[in-house]
């Protein structure tokens, strides 16, 4: 069983940045596909940037060029670099996982469940 916990959100302005993490434990996060998803009151669920277990990477249209998703497999733990954030950035934060290879990365951001889910991180913009 893998437990997810996320930290480093906050309040920022337009414009400015954030840097999430995501400790996970229980297993090596390397045999995983990981990614970030966010929730927006009143919204649905939408996956913002995911990396596969062979590192290939894949984002959400709406933070391409501004977020970067990275991981330590040695530490175990997911970041997500955000850049230039907008108001509609504003959401709760989530970091992911499946213990699978996925044939095509960007394919994990459109998934509506995943096996963990963290507890997530309030982002104000």
């Known amino acids: 069983h893998v437990q997810l916990v996320e930290s480093g959100g906050g309040s920022v302005e337009v414009g400015g940045s954030l840097t999430l993490s995501c400790v996970a434990s229980g297993d090596t996060i390397g045999r995983y596909c990981l990614g970030w998803i966010r929730q927006a009151p009143g919204k649905e669920h939408e996956g913002v940037a995911s990396i596969n277990s062979d590192g290939s990477i894949g984002y959400a249209d709406s933070v391409k060029g501004r977020f970067t998703i990275s991981k330590d497999n040695g530490e175990n733990i997911l970041y997500l670099q955000m850049n230039t954030l907008k108001p509609e950035d504003t959401a709760l934060y989530y970091c992911?996982?499946?213990?699978?290879?996925?044939?095509?990365?960007?394919?994990?951001?459109?998934?509506?469940?995943?096996?963990?889910r963290g507890q997530g991180t309030q982002v104000t913009v």
């Open positions: 992911a996982a499946d213990r699978v290879k996925v044939l095509a990365v960007e394919n994990w951001l459109k998934w509506k469940t995943h096996t963990y």
